[in-house]
């Protein structure tokens, strides 16, 4: 239905035609035409193709959950948790690999860092192991007399 004194919408269509007429074409029909017309869907991935489907069934009723967690760049807590064990443990091997070459002023700050690390890492596999949903996940702590025995012998290299 058209307003008394009101023109009909004027277009003109992609081959030069213009159409006096009312259009039926929607908010989003528009945007998603002129965003063809603009070549903004052209570098998508698989374009042409069907997109891959990821084989999430050993996952069970919590295949829905990880999928979002995936999306949202997210991972489940014990993975999270695993990620921050690993990365302590990097720092542990790098403070054994500095103790190697240091005077003997560094090589008692490089023993207390690795006995704070020791700590921190045996707390991160505490909340790895509460976290993680079966033992496969789980990882053992750190024993401090091993490390410092790790942390000498590789002073006296």
């Known amino acids: 239905m058209e307003t008394p004194g009101r023109k009909p919408p004027n277009r003109i269509d992609e081959h030069g035609n213009r159409h006096v007429a009312p259009t039926w074409e929607s908010l989003v029909d528009r945007q998603i035409r002129e965003a063809m017309e603009e070549g903004r869907f052209d570098d998508l991935p698989f374009q042409g193709q069907p997109i891959p489907v990821e084989d999430d069934s050993r996952a069970g009723e919590w295949a829905m959950a990880f999928r979002v967690l995936k999306n949202a760049g997210v991972a489940p807590p014990w993975i999270e ?7 302590l443990l990097d720092r542990r091997d790098a403070v054994l690999a500095r103790a190697a070459g240091a005077s003997s002023i560094a090589r008692s700050r ?3 860092d690795l006995e704070r690390l020791v700590v921190d890492v045996n707390a ?12 496969r996940q789980h990882r053992r702590p750190l024993r401090l007399e091993d490390e410092l025995a790790r942390f ?3 002073a006296r290299d």
């Open 110 to 112: 490089y023993r207390r």
């Open 124 to 135: 991160a596999v505490a909340r790895l192991n509460a976290e993680a949903p079966t033992d």
């Open 81 to 87: 948790a695993d990620k921050e064990v690993r990365a």
């Open 152 to 154: 000498d012998a590789a």
